[in-house]
């Protein structure tokens, strides 16, 4: 994680002068402040394209439904399925409720790496992409 403190920040946008679909090859970022530069450094950016809200609230419905959460429980897309108290065979059953009710198949290694309601719902919009 990087802090940038000072008394003035200036970033120009890249996205702007580029097309629909089209992707930049900026690869480094140099940050100079007051006469003092930095060390170029490589970007790392992770590109994700976040799920339909009423994808995510579906996926909350189902936790909340498998886990036997109350109604007024908060689940968001952030909430980890181990924090709300699922254990490894909650989290089987889970994906298993997901399975059914979007009519999809989870492979095994995607269902293993899943650890919140946002990957739950981004897992199943990539899904429903291929189909």
Known sequence: MASVTASSV???????SL?????????TVSVSFGGKSFKP?????????AAKP???EKVCEIVRKQLALPADSAITG???FASLGADSLDTV???????EEFGISVEEE???SITTVQEAADMIEKLNEKK
Request: charged fraction near 25%; charge should be positive; hydrophobic fraction near 40%.
């Open 10 to 16: 200036s970033f120009s946008s890249v996205a702007s």
């Open 19 to 27: 097309k629909k679909n089209q992707v930049s090859q900026l690869k």
């Open 41 to 49: 450094v490589p970007l790392r950016f992770r590109v994700a394209c």
């Open 54 to 56: 009423e994808t995510v």
């Open 78 to 80: 952030e909430s980890k």
């Open 93 to 99: 059953e889970i994906v298993m409720g997901l399975e």
């Open 110 to 112: 995607s269902a293993q």
